[in-house]
Nanobody, 124 residues
């Protein structure tokens, strides 16, 4: 079984910063992409940032240089440093990973995996 466990969400004032972490565990043999999505009330889930293996990061336009995504592949962990937060950034943030996992008996499966979500609230 693969698990993505997020941490680092919370309440922050406008202009503040938060750092989200997401650690993947399980029989992971290959990581294609790790990233972050978010979903605010009444809206669809949207990409925030993604970081493919051996490639440059992708950011949503609304990030506008405020967020930085990074990975520690030895720890199978992806981070999202968020600075200069605004109330519009309030949402549940979900970790996403495109992984290949070993099923056993020489079988492998590539699939998309999601964390349980962590709430980020930006309010004064």
């Amino acid at each position: 079984q693969v698990q993505l466990v997020e941490s680092g969400g919370g309440l922050v004032q406008p202009g503040g910063s938060l750092r989200l972490s997401c650690a993947a565990s399980g029989n992971i043999t290959k990581t294609k992409v790790m990233g972050w999505y978010r979903q605010s009330s009444g809206k669809e889930r949207e990409l925030v940032a993604s970081l493919p293996t051996d490639a440059s990061p992708n950011y949503a336009d609304f990030v506008a240089g405020r967020f930085t995504i990074s990975r520690d592949d030895a720890k199978k962990t992806v981070y999202l440093q968020m600075n200069n937060l605004t109330p519009e950034d309030t949402a549940v943030y979900y970790c996403h990973a495109d992984l290949t996992v070993r099923l056993g008996w020489g079988n492998y499966r590539r699939d998309n995996f999601w964390g349980q979500g962590t709430q980020v609230t930006v309010s004064s």
